[in-house]
């Protein structure tokens, strides 16, 4: 099953949509001003909160998408949130696991390129707003509650590696 992409803009507020839920058209500078604010907030969780509000927003999407879908193979679900990914522009991901965990690995990282180009390379992950999709994906996929995964970003393209890698684990 691929994803149904069904786009529209009010013509009244000018918002788009995606399958019925807002969505902003982006850039990578906003991406990665946004993830900067965050690392500066880090005394007061500032990389987890931006996670768990991304994990949140993402998880109304898909959990609206699946319902609408009917039955759904977990398989099913898992691509059809690589798409997602994709089609919010972010990049390109793989996700593979079941309902004690898994991994992620994104081949390409809108967010990842786009601090390259601005700031170079880092000796550390910074792609939070991904630990937050991944931990919505896969709690939506096995239909469990939000926070039930944990998501750990263990080597990233800002870091030079040829692709970002996540270990998703259950919490």
Not at 15 to 20: A, E, I, P
Not at 21 to 41: A, F
Not at 92 to 117: F, I, P, Y
Request: net charge negative.
């Amino acid at each position: 099953m691929s994803l149904e992409l069904n786009f529209s803009l009010d013509d009244k507020t000018f918002r788009n949509f995606l399958n019925g839920h807002p969505v902003v058209r982006h850039s990578h500078h906003y991406l990665c001003l946004i993830t900067k604010l965050v690392e500066d907030l880090s005394d007061i969780g500032g990389p987890q909160i931006l996670a768990e509000v991304v994990e949140d927003s993402i998880r109304t999407v898909l959990d609206d998408y699946f319902q609408q879908q009917g039955t759904l193979s977990e398989d099913e679900r898992m691509r059809i949130g690589e798409a997602y990914f994709a089609t919010f522009g972010l990049g390109k991901m793989a996700a593979s696991g079941d309902r004690t965990g898994g991994e992620v690995r994104l081949q390409r990282s809108h967010l990842d390129e786009g601090w390259r180009m601005k700031w170079g390379e880092r000796d550390r992950p910074v792609n939070y707003l991904a630990c937050g999709f991944a931990a919505a994906l896969f709690g939506a996929a096995f239909g469990l509650p939000a926070r039930s995964f944990a998501v750990t970003e263990q080597e990233g393209m800002v870091m030079g590696a040829p692709e970002s890698r996540f270990i998703v684990r259950a919490a």
